[in-house]
């Protein structure tokens, strides 16, 4: 890119200074509402896998499943890992995983790490997916927050490498490497959580979801022609925001919010008796402002949320880091649309 017009670099500077102070405007108060100013010391994040377990369990009951599906919790454990030097010959752990019609929203890989004799208790760590005799897929890259006192349960998303597995990849395990050093990770216990869907049952269940949300966006509004007033689907990713304090949400990862938008005309799906009323004002004012050549001061309505859902959200416990918390965030996705 070269710098031949000056003053397109200036209205790009002041565009990303708006936009930063856009963002920083809901910043604050966004993240105070939802409960994320103040966050636990994650250096001190100890979730044991009961805990997890437990707190996940009553997080699937609360899900309100008229609207999506609800996954199912599977947890794989490894008791009786052999005990294995950490840099010549990595920690490997294999779970018992194989192929079906299953696909994983996530899966956390959640190992209960020895005390450290090392000085560096914060660790960088490699997980590997084990591809074949050579042949390694870097799943991610993690700090790690270590105890010289006591053992303490770590976690590292392993999404790709379940899914991989279901999809028919063979399972020849995982790896861990620590970075640069030369710490015992050999963990008294380790285990796989991952919330999964039935693909199968899925696709028959998606039908009868598109029923009962026919009254919002349904088949008769045909393509090409503009479409009316009605829910669309919007899914919000927490890490694409940009607040890193969304990252510290353990469930979900992402959520379908859904949005409104379409036209609204004459008493096409009214909210309300007044937006009924409105929507009549609105034409007979038209009519009189062409007559006049005036403006019509009456506007149209909007096609706006008129039902909208919570969502349950689980955080780690900002006084006891050791705890997980089920948290609902009020009016967070939209059911239903109408004009108003
Ligand atoms: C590896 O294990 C052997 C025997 O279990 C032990 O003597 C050696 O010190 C270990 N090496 C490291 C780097 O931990
Ligand atoms: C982490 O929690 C486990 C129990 O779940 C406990 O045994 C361990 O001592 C804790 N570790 C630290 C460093 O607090
Ligand atoms: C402690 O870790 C550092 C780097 O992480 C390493 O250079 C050093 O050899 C380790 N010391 C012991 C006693 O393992
Ligand atoms: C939202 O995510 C779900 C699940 O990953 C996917 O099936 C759907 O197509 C996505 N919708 C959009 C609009 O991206
Ligand atoms: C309009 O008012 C009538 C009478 O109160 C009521 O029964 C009806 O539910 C209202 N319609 C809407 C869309 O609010």
């Known amino acids: 890119m070269g710098f031949k017009c000056k003053s397109c670099i200036g209205t790009w500077t002041v565009f990303v200074i708006v936009w930063l102070e856009l ?23 100890n979730i044991s896998l009961e805990e997890y377990t437990s707190v996940i369990t009553t997080y ?18 490894l008791d009786n890992l052999r005990q294995q030097n950490t840099s010549k010959h990595p920690l490997k752990m294999v779970f018992p995983i194989s192929a079906s019609t299953e696909q994983a929203e996530s899966a956390t890989l959640r190992i209960f790490l020895p005390p450290q004799d090392n000085d560096s208790t914060t660790i960088k760590v490699r997980l590997n997916q084990i591809l ?60 796989i959580t991952a919330l999964i869907y039935n693909v199968q049952k899925r696709s028959k269940r998606d039908l009868s979801i598109d029923k009962r949300t026919i009254s919002n966006c349904g088949p008769r509004h045909q393509k090409g022609k503009k479409k009316k007033c009605c829910r669309h689907e919007m899914n919000v990713t927490f890490k694409d925001l940009p607040f890193i304090q969304l990252g510290s949400i353990v469930e979900p990862q992402w959520y379908e919010a859904g949005f409104c938008h379409g036209l609204c005309p004459p008493q096409y799906n009214f909210a309300t008796n007044h937006s009924r009323i409105q929507g009549l004002l609105h034409q007979i004012k038209k009519n009189e402002a062409r007559a006049e050549s005036t403006k019509n001061t009456i506007p149209k309505t909007c096609c706006a949320p008129s039902k909208l859902g919570d969502l349950q959200i689980i955080m780690v416990n900002r006084n006891d880091p050791t705890k997980l918390d089920v948290h609902t965030w009020e009016k967070m996705r939209v059911l239903e649309c109408a004009c108003s």
Do not use: H, M
Request: aromatic share 6%.
């Open 23 to 45: 963002v920083l405007a809901v910043d604050v108060n966004l993240l105070t509402d939802l409960g994320l100013d103040l966050l636990p010391d994650r250096t001190k994040i």
């Open 60 to 77: 699937l009951k609360l899900k309100d499943d008229t609207f999506e599906e609800v996954p199912e919790l599977k947890v794989y454990r």
């Open 132 to 191: 074949g005799p050579r042949r390694r897929r870097i799943l991610q890259d993690k700090e790690l927050y270590l105890s010289k006192q006591s053992p303490k349960w770590c976690d590292i998303d392993v999404t790709k490498a379940y899914n991989s597995w279901l999809n028919g990849q063979k399972n020849l395990g995982l790896e861990l490497v620590c970075l640069g050093c030369n710490n015992n990770l050999n963990p008294k216990l380790a285990a």
